[in-house]
């Protein structure tokens, strides 16, 4: 809500209400929607109370200048437009949006809730703690089309430590944009030394004799402080609140309450949004396979292999590594291919698609990009694809003859990229350890070949 009223010219209703703020919130809940399909969807907001944060530290954002009146007097309505898309909505007094996140997060866990993967969509990092296999956090930069989504690798690329340490990390060195110092004349460099070599706040003060003078000097009489801002970072995970992730699965943005409140606001151009999607929101959520076995691999490659035929494609990342016997955890099938293949898809596979194969660009790569389930099997097609090398790209990467093996399976011919190709795009993104584990495999493999 702040960053759409601060983003979008002064917009009112018919009655001279500010409606802004709620106009840019919903475009952006209507693309996440769109682009990411998500078969669960449940929405937090803060509270204007004092939060158990503030009364702990009375300095903890108080920085921060009050809302604006005009911000203000969107929020009901804000609310009001979530209600009536039937998406639950989550707050609770003397807590903040990320606990409640941390609540819902801890929750979709347990197998009851029927939940594979949770994706967080916020713009503040001290939710990456909650990252793990099954959590990722999608950070929009300008809009949905230049975010970032981060799991544990990519938090581990840039922070190279794990995402539950960013807790101690943020003890450390404090957090700006919260108002809390964290250890004085313990800046990012020095603070993530010390988390990646002795992984918690605890364990660093349990070492003080074996860090440098200088170091240890900054840390020695701050012990207290550190483990007191640790609980200031630390996301709650169990707020008394009643999650119902039934509620969470309902939702209808065609509702009639729906179109009645954008054709109040004046939303002329999202009540096309939802009206045309009302019926696609009506249908049943995508859910696709994961943790596949080499036999579901193979199922779905031999129907792209039949209708691919002789084009210019090959079955990459650990499908393909799996494909050609190593043993590597697998949850989608991703083929790479030129861009008049990789556009071929939109056809052949008409009735899988979920995202239209068509240009693509973020931070970290470029391509023709789709997605399609087939088979019950999540397929990501890129053509033409090339990967962020930092100011510039790597060399396209289009299934071409050099970087391509052909192997046989079940009696048909499938290409799938070579295994130089694999180490080569593995060290581009970053992904080293993905990288050793294909590395130690492979030399298992040459060692057993070699008696």
Not at 100 to 107: A, D, E, K, N, Y
Not at 239 to 254: A, Q, T
Request: glycine share 6%; with cysteine; charged share 30%.
């Amino acid at each position: 809500m702040h960053r759409a009223y601060h983003a979008l010219p002064p917009l009112t209703t018919k009655s001279g209400e500010p409606i802004n703020a709620v106009y840019g919130f919903v475009s952006m809940l209507l693309g996440i929607i769109n682009e990411m399909r998500p078969s669960h969807i449940a929405v937090c907001f803060d509270r204007p109370e004092k939060t158990f944060r503030r009364e702990k530290f009375v300095k903890y954002q108080a920085q921060r200048p009050e809302m604006d009146e005009f911000l203000v007097t969107q929020m009901g309505k804000a609310h009001d437009v979530v209600s009536a898309f039937g998406i639950p909505l989550y707050e609770k007094a003397g807590y903040e949006a990320d606990d409640l996140l941390g609540t819902i997060v801890r929750q979709s866990q347990k197998a009851e809730s029927k939940i594979n993967e949770t994706i967080i969509i916020t713009g503040d990092r001290d939710i990456f703690q909650l990252i793990s296999k099954k959590v990722k956090v999608f950070v929009p930069v300008k809009g949905l089309k230049e975010g970032k989504l981060y799991g544990e690798e990519e938090v581990k690329h840039e922070f190279d430590f794990e995402p539950i340490q960013m807790i101690d990390y943020k003890a450390l060195v404090g957090d700006s944009s919260d108002n809390y110092p964290g250890v004085s004349g313990i800046g990012p460099k020095t603070a993530r030394e010390l988390i990646i070599k002795y992984k918690t706040v605890e364990e660093v003060f349990k070492n003080l004799d074996k860090l440098p003078e200088k170091t240890k000097n900054k840390l020695i009489d701050s012990e207290e402080d550190a483990l007191f801002f640790k609980n200031i970072a630390t996301i709650v995970t169990n707020v008394p609140v009643k999650i119902d992730f039934k509620k969470m699965k309902d939702w209808d943005l065609g509702s009639e309450e729906a179109i009645k409140l954008f054709m109040s606001y004046g939303f002329k151009t999202l009540l096309g949004r939802i009206t045309n999607t009302a019926e696609k929101s009506a249908l049943p959520p995508i859910e696709t396979k994961k943790n596949l076995s080499k036999s579901d691999i193979e199922s779905v490659v031999l129907m792209l292999v039949k209708k691919l035929e002789d084009r210019q494609y090959a079955i990459r990342g650990t499908a393909g590594m799996v494909l050609q016997g190593l043993d590597m955890g697998v949850d989608d099938i991703d083929v790479v291919a030129d861009k008049k293949t990789a556009l071929l898809f939109n056809n052949l596979f008409k009735k899988e698609v979920l995202k239209a194969v068509e240009y693509s660009e973020s931070d970290k790569f470029k391509s023709h990009y789709g997605k399609f389930v087939i088979n019950g099997i999540s397929v990501e097609v890129m053509g033409e694809w090339q990967i962020r090398k930092g100011e510039g790209w790597s060399e396209v990467y289009n299934a071409s003859g050099d970087e391509v093996n052909i192997i046989d399976v079940n009696g048909l011919k499938v290409k799938v990229e070579n295994f130089e190709t694999e180490l080569k795009t593995s060290a581009e993104m970053g992904r080293w350890s993905e990288f050793q584990k294909i590395k130690k495999q492979l030399s298992k493999t040459q060692q057993g070949s070699l008696f």
